[in-house]
């Protein structure tokens, strides 16, 4: 079993930056993998980043560029540096993570086992 706590969201104007944060707990010996996923008001939770075990890693085209995905040493926590911020970006944002070796990242919802409550993220000037 894993348990995943996300933090770091909050207001912040266009142009700006954030850090997410997920911090897994649990069984956390096995190789996993995780994802950043995000849900605006009225619409369907959608990919946004995904990191393997190994370290590779995937982004969604909106976020290219602007977003990066890493994890710390103990691979036990996982970030989401965001940048260059943009009001289409403003949803909750979701930790995902999923006991698995794969070498290529995975980028559907319906394939992580585990989530996090959510973090929301609000751009707006």
């Known amino acids: 079993q894993l348990h995943l706590v996300e933090s770091g969201g909050g207001l912040v104007q266009p142009g700006g930056s954030l850090r997410l944060s997920c911090a897994a707990s649990?069984?956390?010996?096995?190789?996993?993998?995780m994802g950043w996923f995000r849900q605006a008001s009225g619409s369907e939770r959608e990919f946004v980043a995904a990191?393997?075990?190994?370290?590779?890693?995937d982004y969604a085209d909106s976020v290219k560029g602007r977003f990066s995905i890493t994890r710390d040493s103990a691979k036990k926590t996982v970030f989401l540096q965001m940048n260059r911020l943009k009001p289409s970006d403003t949803a909750i944002y979701y930790c995902?993570?999923?006991?698995?070796?794969?070498?290529?990242?995975?980028?559907?919802?319906?394939?992580?086992?585990?989530w996090g409550q959510g973090t929301q993220v609000t751009v707006s000037s």
């Open positions: 990191i393997t075990w190994s370290g590779a890693t």
């Open positions: 649990g069984r956390t010996s096995s190789s996993y993998a």
């Open positions: 995902a993570a999923d006991r698995s070796d794969t070498v290529v990242p995975v980028t559907t919802t319906s394939w992580y086992d585990y």
